[in-house]
């Protein structure tokens, strides 16, 4: 019997990032009705290219076959705080990564961060050299369990320049997508799983959250 592991962080009102507003309603007709706003990077979610990309793909021209799929962990969990993942972490702990992978990259910070804005501003990071392999391994898609570009740590003091998310700008022009903000990759038991991400099709936007989940045998 399949074994399935939920790799996603819970939306509510109470994040330490994003501004997520509820508005529950009591009409005659049902019993509840719902309003959320909120932004479509909030939580566990997929970019697609048109995030970094004028004229990219949106979420919604994103095919399914891009959702799902053969899936390698690669396990970081040893990086700690403010530590580069470079080329050589990758070239130890990435060898069973096969083309056309979703490549999630396991550090378990959401167990040791999460809920405090510490989780952004000391969390590992990936080097512009370490994407740029990860890119040449051609992956549909890279997944990450802590906020991947450096420069995220920035903005709080001034939002940086867009070329300084050297991650988002290797990956994203070349149709690798991001999923950000996985969670529970330790739940995972082996190397090699089936994954899959769906997005909502929301019509010309460049991102969506995500239900995350590994299948495994």
């Not at 979610?45 to 004028?54: F, G, K, Q, T």
């Not at 988002?168 to 690798?176: A, D, E, S, T, V």
């Not at 739940?187 to 010309?204: D, E």
Request: glycine share 6%; with cysteine; aromatic share 10%.
């Amino acid at each position: 019997m399949a074994r399935i592991v939920d790799l996603s962080i819970p939306i509510s009102d109470d994040l330490p990032r994003w501004k997520v507003e509820v508005n529950k309603e009591f009409p005659e007709f049902c019993h509840q009705f719902t309003a959320v706003t909120m932004s479509v990077h909030t939580t566990t979610h997929m970019d697609s290219p048109l995030h970094y990309v004028e004229g990219g793909k949106a979420i919604d021209e994103i095919p399914l076959e891009m959702t799902m799929g053969e899936a390698s962990v690669v396990d970081l969990s040893y990086k700690g705080e403010n530590e580069a993942i470079t080329p050589d972490d990758l070239d130890k702990n990435g060898g069973h990564i096969q083309q056309g992978d979703f490549i999630l990259l396991r550090t378990d910070w959401p167990d040791k961060m999460w809920g405090d804005m510490d989780f952004w501003k000391k969390s590992p990071y990936l080097t512009e050299e370490a994407a740029a392999w990860l890119a040449e391994q051609k992956p549909k898609a890279v997944g990450y369990d802590f906020p991947q570009d450096y420069a995220i740590r920035l903005i709080e003091d001034g939002r940086p320049d867009k070329a300084d998310f050297v991650v988002h700008n290797i990956f994203l022009p070349k149709g690798i997508l991001n999923i950000e903000y996985l969670t529970n990759l330790k739940g995972i038991k082996g190397k090699r799983v089936k994954f899959m991400a769906i997005p909502l099709k929301l019509k010309g936007v460049e991102g969506s959250p995500v239900r995350a989940v590994a299948v495994e045998e």
